[in-house]
């Protein structure tokens, strides 16, 4: 009984697992790297695409998941002209965009 609620939930109320604020692709325009805890690495993508909200910028903080693994993406990304997919967050009340999942093409 209980599955069969869930599922017609499901199917009238349809729900993503991954609710992303931005999902844009494109190519690396510039990174920004920085010597602070919080914004360490910036990137902004090529024809000033809007990454989430209004901002043309998305960010890392040194203290996220995987950041060294994204950075490292990030600049091979931009070093081999690389297209990828930068899926983000809103941040609340910045309006700044923090990376929650990046995809390498």
């Known amino acids: 009984m209980k599955r069969t609620l869930v599922a017609m939930v499901f199917a009238v109320f349809p729900v993503s697992i991954f609710a992303w604020d931005g999902d844009v692709s494109g190519y690396i325009n510039k990174v920004h790297m920085q010597n602070f805890e919080t914004y360490s690495a910036r990137v902004t ?8 909200g209004t901002r043309t910028w998305a960010f890392l903080h040194s203290t996220d998941p995987n950041y060294s693994a994204i950075v490292a993406g990030l600049l091979s990304a931009k070093a081999t002209g690389t297209s990828l997919r930068i899926y983000t967050n809103l941040e609340s009340p910045s309006g700044d965009c923090r990376i929650g999942y990046v995809e390498f093409n």
């Open 45 to 52: 993508l090529k024809n000033s695409k809007i990454l989430c």
